[in-house]
T-cell receptor, first 112, second 115 residues
Framework: DQQVKQNSPSLSVQEGRISILNCDYTNSMFDYFLWYKKYPAEGPTFLIS?????DKNEDGRFTVFLNKSAKHLSLHIVPSQPGDSAVYFC???????????FGQGTTLQVKP | DGGITQSPKYLFRKEGQNVTLSCEQNLNHDAMYWYRQDPGQGLRLIYYSQIVNDFQKGDIAEGYSVSREKKESFPLTVTSAQKNPTAFYLC??????????????FGPGTRLLVL
C-alpha cells in the first residue's frame, strides 16, 4: 500500500522552463513533507520541506506547494537548469510515528 | 568535513553468504537509518536506531540484522535469509530521530549484487 505516490515516473523539460513534480499522499497523519534530490549512484540530498500548517515554501528556484484538502503537494523549479536533472523523491513524516515515508521518485531530465 | 560514508560502493554476495555493509557518520547524530531502494520504488526502511545499543525494525527487516555499538557506526548485515538482496542500500542519519520534520542526511549508498 503506497502511502506516498509519485505517479509520473519521468518528466522532460526544456532548459529555462518550469518543472512541476507532483506527489499525492493518503495518510492524514502526515504533517511534514520533504523533497529529496538524487543523482545516480549517490545518496539523496535534502532539497526543501514544508509543514502542514503552511501551503507554500520557497527557496530560490524551488517552491513547494501543499494542498491539504486534496492531499497533494508539488515541487516547482523555475527556471529549470540541466544540472537539475536527477531523481526527485517526495517524502512525508507521520506525525504519530515520526517515520519518513518515500514516494517512488520522478526522474527529471532538463534538456539544454 | 562532516558527512556519512558507506563502504563498499559495490558488493557481491554469493548464495547463502552473509555480507555486512558499513555506515559511518561524523555528524554527531543520535539517529541512524538503513533504507533499501529498488527500481520504481521509493526508499523502504529496514532498521533504525535512535541511540547506542538500541535499534528497531523498519518495514522490511526480515533477512537483515544491525548493531549499534558506537554512535558513529551502524553496520547492516544482509543474511542468507534475505532471498532478494539485490538492491541499492542507503544509510542515513538525523540529529535525534525524535523531532518532527527532522531532516535525514544520506550516505552515497552501496549497491549489492548477487552472484
Amino acid at each position: 500500500d503506497q502511502q506516498v505516490k509519485q505517479n509520473s515516473p519521468s518528466l522532460s523539460v526544456q532548459e529555462g522552463r518550469i518543472s512541476i513534480l507532483n506527489c499525492d499522499y493518503t495518510n492524514s497523519m502526515f504533517d511534514y513533507f520533504l523533497w529529496y534530490k538524487k543523482y545516480p549512484a549517490e545518496g539523496p540530498t535534502f532539497l526543501i520541506s514544508i509543514s502542514s500548517i503552511k501551503d507554500k515554501n520557497e527557496d530560490g528556484r524551488f517552491t513547494v506547494f501543499l494542498n491539504k484538502s486534496a492531499k497533494h503537494l508539488s515541487l516547482h523549479i523555475v527556471p529549470s537548469q540541466p544540472g537539475d536533472s536527477a531523481v526527485y523523491f517526495c517524502a512525508a513524516i507521520n506525525g504519530n510515528t515520526g517515520k519518513l515515508i518515500f514516494g517512488q521518485g520522478t526522474t527529471l531530465q532538463v534538456k539544454p | 568535513d562532516g558527512g556519512i560514508t558507506q563502504s563498499p560502493k559495490y558488493l557481491f554476495r554469493k548464495e547463502g553468504q552473509n555480507v555486512t555493509l558499513s555506515c559511518e557518520q561524523n555528524l554527531n547524530h543520535d539517529a541512524m537509518y538503513w533504507y533499501r531502494q529498488d527500481p520504481g520504488q521509493g526508499l523502504r526502511l529496514i532498521y533504525y536506531s535512535q541511540i547506542v545499543n538500541d535499534f528497531q525494525k523498519g518495514d522490511i527487516a526480515e533477512g537483515y540484522s544491525v548493531s549499534r555499538e558506537k554512535k558513529e557506526s551502524f553496520p547492516l548485515t544482509v543474511t542468507s535469509a534475505q532471498k532478494n538482496p539485490t538492491a541499492f542500500y542507503l544509510c542515513a542519519s538525523s540529529l535525534s530521530g525524535q523531532g518532527i520534520g527532522e531532516t535525514q542526511y544520506f550516505g552515497p549508498g552501496t549497491r549489492l549484487l548477487v552472484l
